[in-house]
């Protein structure tokens, strides 16, 4: 049973879906291009828990964000207004952002 259970976790580590993200952080800087594939990489990008945000304006493109960010008194984000820490946006319809 051990070695079945060693296979599947080498055929789940194998079928990762990579996604490609861009980062734009609170300093204003170049926003920066970067691929993700599991959830641990997001949260260390927004430096903690993901919160999905949705504009009715963005419908092919998902906003991930600190889901504590205004508990923690991150700054405002300067590329969007209402958001804030570092915001990584991604398409839609990836397996891993929904």
């Keep these: 049973m051990k070695r079945l259970t060693k296979e599947m976790e080498m055929a789940k580590d194998a079928v990762k879906e ?11 800087s170049r ?7 599991t959830l ?4 260390a990008l927004v430096g903690g828990y993901v919160e999905l945000v949705y504009f009715r304006n963005s419908y092919d493109k998902v906003f991930v964000v600190n889901e504590e960010g205004r508990l923690h008194n991150l700054p405002e984000n ?6 804030v ?3 990584v946006v991604a398409d ?3 397996e891993l952002l929904g």
């Design 18 to 28: 990579t996604v490609k993200v861009r980062v734009y952080a609170t300093d204003g």
């Design 85 to 87: 820490g570092t915001v």
């Design 92 to 94: 839609r319809g990836s």
């Design 78 to 83: 300067p590329y969007f207004q209402g958001l």
């Design 31 to 37: 926003p920066e291009d970067k691929a993700v594939s």
């Design 40 to 43: 641990e990489e997001l949260q």
